[in-house]
């Protein structure tokens, strides 16, 4: 079956420091993949998606490549703020199992400390 | 605004006293899912369901029944609750047209259930 493999946290970085979270999948068929931001004491967001091989997500600063050969989408950031605090998820959407589910990561806690 | 509302948000119950947490979306959106998020174990599905009167298991379905009588609310029932069933809960949403699965989920802001 599907399933999606993150490094292990916590990540605990200072400001402005580089930020890398790995994240690598299997899926059946074609996935979309995506990264979710959960911020203390909220429910999931959506971060950025790409739906397609070699397609890029973005969204404030943050970013991460589909790479269908290493079947990996790692998020990065070029200089992270202690407001980037959070539990990062990455997930997929299989369109081989009709997109009737989405499959996640167990998470990544980052830690910017000032 | 758009949202997913859960509710209650917090709850402490005891073994074998039957709940139900209430999720109601205001988007439309045909297809509403249940999570359990579990520390080192991420989010794990509960149930989902693509339309009204059409849902179906997830990957730990087991101890929890659902139902979708309207298209807005998807209620998550425990008959017995039991205290492997401490967790938090969340209830997503999306649009969900055929092969396109590229939607984002919507959440809800998460119910924290505590079974003694």
Redesign the interface.
Known sequence: GDSVTQMEGPVTLSEEACLTINCTYTATGYPSLFWYVQYPGEGLQLLLKATKADDKGSNKGFEATYRKETTSFHLEKGSVQVSDSAVYFCALSDRAGGYQKVTFGTGTKLQVIP | EAQ?TQNPRYLITVTGKKLTVTCSQNMNHEYM?W?RQDP??????IY?S?NVEVT?K?DVPEGYKVSRKEKRNFPLILESPSPNQTSLY?C?SRH?S?????G??F????SRLTVL
């Open positions: 997913v899912s999570y080192g174990l991420g989010l794990r599905q989902y693509m179906d997830g969340f997503a969900y055929g092969s396109a699965g590229t984002e989920l959440f809800g802001e998460g």
